[in-house]
């Protein structure tokens, strides 16, 4: 799966999936501008890409609102020259039932999660309109299809996968080809936070009966943005051990 050379930009990328994802681009020989609203991960996730050979650097950006989103392309392109890979990652969960839900942890919820990759993709569609070339990735959720306790989250992630199908028919004229990748349980600091009693109940739910990888969803993102996939766009990938074959309550 062919991506040396490509400039790539993977917003959320100073931990977790985002950084397995940056750590897996740079390998393949992209070039990665590693993005988080914390600008010392940025930079340490960067400098480890650097010190095994990758290209990398670190770029603290806000992409959730339009001057982060807007310096955060800018500095790529003026780096490289070119923006050919949008990697949309960055995400927080808020998660409450709906009559404990606060307006404000609604609101920041969709403004990380979902008007960021508005953002981003608008701003990187300009630079690959342009080059008649691009692969948009967006991270969305398993949880898209529902998830009791999650009702920001899952509006979210569902106006994500809205997001990418639009987005496809839109930029296809262009030789823009834009994917989505639905995670469902992953080892995360994010899951390593729940109770153990808690996480133990969530992976008896999933067929595979183990927890995935940040790496899982980093090959699933490579298979999307590589050269190869230039035929494959407005789909969704679910990296989540067979748990979307069930209802949430399974």
Not at 18 to 23: H, L, N, Q, T
Not at 154 to 167: D, E, P
Not at 204 to 215: D, N, Y
Request: hydrophobic content about 45%.
């Amino acid at each position: 799966m062919q991506v040396q050379d490509r400039v790539a930009v993977v917003t959320g990328s100073g931990q977790g999936i985002g950084a397995a994802i940056a750590a897996l681009l740079a390998a393949r020989g992209a070039k990665v501008a590693v993005n988080d609203v914390a600008a010392e991960r940025a930079e340490a996730v960067a400098a480890e890409l650097a010190a095994v050979g990758g290209t990398a650097i670190g770029v603290a950006a806000d992409v959730g609102t339009a001057a982060g989103a807007e310096a955060l392309i800018g500095r790529a392109a003026e780096e490289w020259g070119r923006v050919e890979i949008l990697v949309n990652n960055a995400g927080i969960a808020r998660d409450a039932w709906l009559t404990k839900m606060s307006e404000e942890d609604w609101d920041e919820t969709l403004r990380v999660n979902l008007k960021s990759q508005f953002l981003c993709c608008r701003e990187a569609a300009r630079h690959m309109q342009e080059q008649r070339f691009g692969r948009i990735v967006n991270i969305a959720s398993r949880a898209w299809l529902g998830n009791p306790g999650q009702v920001s989250y899952s509006a979210s992630k569902g106006g994500v996968v809205s997001l990418t199908r639009t987005l496809a028919l839109e930029l296809a004229r262009f030789e823009i080809t834009v994917n989505c990748v639905a995670p469902a349980l992953v080892d995360t600091p994010l899951f390593r936070q729940l109770k153990d009693e808690i996480q133990e109940r969530l992976i008896k739910t999933v067929p595979l009966k183990r927890i995935g990888t940040p790496e899982d969803i980093a090959q699933a993102v490579l298979s999307f943005a590589c050269d190869e996939a230039s035929y494959v766009t407005g789909q969704v990938l679910y990296v989540c051990g067979g748990r979307s074959l069930q209802s949430p309550a399974m």
